[in-house]
């Protein structure tokens, strides 16, 4: 087989268990599927519309990677520890390595919908990525080339499936009250879950609940500036509204998932607690060592948002924003007013992975097995 077929299969996947279970006590992840917002992208907007610019990337990868970080995210820190490669953004067409799966998890202004698109990307992926390994042989050294990038066809029941997908959900102030809109991102986050498990053969879920997004810099200075009514903050400076909103969103998520281990018993759910490791690090930042959770570390928020790696004009036409970074982003919990510093991620990592803060309590390594 010519050498063109690894571009025309790039093309037309991006466009249009055995080896699985338990080793042990340790479970065995051939893949990891990751779906979320942009905590957790690792290039799929910078695909799909522009790289992001320095100093994004810097302290681990030393470049931009495609993440909204200096470095790495929750999502390399879990890969990390089952040891798979980190995750090709699945919009990603040169370089990608999919045989240890796929990141589709994507920032947009609408995560209920993009959510779901990513569902739909995944099962054209997973049809297009059988029906091609299928067809190649082991006797061309284009189709052993072609075949190790491509996830093995019974990897995908034995994979574990992230669903990172709560925190974008309240990144925007709003009077609403809970009743109002938690309903529809749960409903929706079901269909996500059920077509993964019923339609596709998803069997292990790690589900992360809201963080704290009222103690993100973004929220708070939104608050600062805009005076509104509903921005009370708490002892430690975070919107109340944003968190208590978070929270109550995070308890009928809990419920949820409860509810699809009896409706799904061939599946192992974990219910993992950002928003309690997220908001411990916020309030104990001093004594962990950070500066002021409120300061970020690229960008500029002052009367106009300008994100890291950007620049802009403000009503009187001087250019703000910023191309370098603050002197130690180790220092900092927040990289850009709205996401975290790798240094922050890792933190984030150690607390959720090691199972004390999951329902049930267990760790990364034993979410194949049930309780």
């Known amino acids: 087989m010519a050498n063109w077929v690894l571009g025309i299969f790039l093309f037309a996947v991006l466009v249009g268990g055995d080896r699985g279970g338990v080793s042990g006590n340790t479970c065995v992840f051939p893949a990891v599927y990751n779906f979320g917002d942009d905590n957790s992208d690792t290039g799929q907007i910078a695909a799909a519309f ?13 470049k931009p990677s495609g993440r909204y970080c200096d470095g790495r995210l929750i999502i390399d820190f879990i890969t990390e520890q089952l040891g798979v490669p980190f995750l090709s953004p699945y919009l990603e067409t040169i370089g990608s390595n999919f045989s240890h799966g796929a990141n589709f998890a994507m920032g947009g202004p609408n995560v209920l919908e993009t959510l779901l698109n990513q569902i739909f990307q995944f ?3 997973k049809s297009r990525t059988i029906a091609l390994y299928n067809q190649l042989t ?3 050294q284009d189709d052993i080339l072609l075949k190790s990038i491509l996830p093995k066809p019974e990897d995908f029941s034995n994979a574990l499936y992230i669903i990172d997908a709560g925190h974008a959900n309240f990144t925007t102030v709003t009077l609403e009250p809970a009743s109002g809109i938690i ?3 749960l409903g929706n986050l079901s269909t996500v879950i059920t077509l993964l498990h019923e339609y596709e053969g998803a069997r292990f879920f790690w589900i992360h609940n809201a963080g704290p997004v009222g103690c993100t810099p973004y929220i708070v200075r939104f608050c600062q500036l805009t005076n509104r009514s509903d921005c009370q903050f708490d002892q430690y400076g975070c919107v109340k509204s944003q968190n208590d909103l978070a929270q109550a969103y995070n308890s009928q998520l809990k419920d949820m998932v409860s509810q699809m281990r009896a409706t799904h018993p ?5 219910y993992v607690d950002v928003y309690s490791a997220k908001y411990n690090l916020v309030t104990q930042a001093k004594s962990l060592g ?3 959770p409120v300061k970020i570390c690229c960008g500029s928020f002052n009367d106009q948002y300008v994100a890291c790696g950007e620049r802009a004009f403000d009503g009187n036409g001087t250019m703000i924003g910023s191309n370098t970074a603050c002197e130690n982003p180790s220092k900092y919990i927040s990289w850009d007013g709205k996401h975290y510093t790798e240094a922050a991620n890792q933190f984030v990592a150690k607390l959720i992975l090691n199972g004390s803060l999951s329902d049930p309590p267990i760790s990364l390594s ?6």
């Not at 034993?366 to 309780?371: G, I, L, N, Y």
Request: proline share 8%; glycine share 6%.
């Open 183 to 185: 309903p529809a991102k």
């Open 266 to 270: 061939n599946a192992t759910f974990t």
């Open 138 to 140: 082991d006797q061309s």
């Open 50 to 62: 522009d790289n992001l610019d320095l100093p994004n990337g810097q302290t681990f990868f030393g």
């Open 290 to 292: 950070f500066e002021d």
């Open 123 to 125: 099962i054209q992926f």
């Open 366 to 371: 034993e979410a194949c097995q049930k309780p």
